[in-house]
């Protein structure tokens, strides 16, 4: 009779130098060297860090499709992969506004994002404690999506002569074109976290109802 057998399971070691989380972690080595291209905050230097900071968003697709695809998805790469994300979207945003790269309003999107991305971080680490599954919503999928392409275009923050097929070229003010994406990521940002907290809300009472009941039925079997 055939009997399955259980793969051993691997040690934090083992999950930290694997061939995913190295990606990851590699996310987090360039985030200083983003910072330091965009010290300068010229055309060339913006250029570099901008190119950097695609590198880096390449690394976060491939991190999760080789984790899957080689059977690698470790509890430590689910913790290290969110924060990777987390620490680049904001340093980079906290440095811009250092620089005075940003006005008022959009200083306050940063501040807006930053209590949002503390909260839904806390109530993630309260469901946790609970035994509750809280899983990424499409809304905050389009977020960072958003986020993403917003940081870029701040990073570029010069006006740039955009060709048309060769025929026609047109000025396209990055800094403003990544901050309208900045205030409408900053939108979804709200509303996702809107819809977390919903989330952990129906989880929590499910939850209760669930506890309540098996505390009935152990009642009356008694």
Not at 71 to 92: C, E, H, N, R, Y
Not at 123 to 144: C, D, F, H, T
């Amino acid at each position: 009779m055939a009997t399955d057998v259980k793969a051993p399971r691997r040690s934090l070691r083992e999950d930290a130098i694997n061939l995913p989380n190295l990606l990851t972690m590699l996310r987090v080595v360039l985030i200083p060297v983003v910072l330091w291209l965009m010290w300068d905050a010229t055309p060339k230097s913006n250029f570099y860090a901008a190119s950097v900071y695609v590198l880096c968003t390449v690394t976060d697709f491939f991190d999760g499709y080789l984790a899957r695809r080689m059977k690698l998805i470790s509890i430590l790469g689910q913790f290290l992969d969110p924060l990777a994300d987390k620490l680049l979207v904001m340093s980079t945003l906290v440095f811009m506004t250092y620089q005075g790269r940003l006005p008022l309003l959009g200083v306050m999107a940063v501040i807006l994002m930053e209590a949002r991305e503390l909260s839904i971080t806390s109530l993630r680490v309260i469901a946790m404690g609970e035994g509750v599954s809280m899983p990424a919503q499409q809304g905050g999928k389009e977020k960072a999506a958003l986020q993403m392409v917003a940081i870029l275009l701040l990073m570029l923050h010069h006006t740039y002569d955009l060709q048309l097929y060769g025929i026609a070229s047109f000025p396209c003010d990055m800094n403003q074109a990544g901050l309208a994406l900045l205030y409408l990521s900053t939108l979804l940002s709200l509303l996702s976290g809107a819809d977390y907290i919903r989330l952990f809300a129906e989880a929590v009472e499910a939850k209760e109802r669930r506890l309540a009941e098996a505390r009935g039925q152990g009642g009356t079997g008694g």
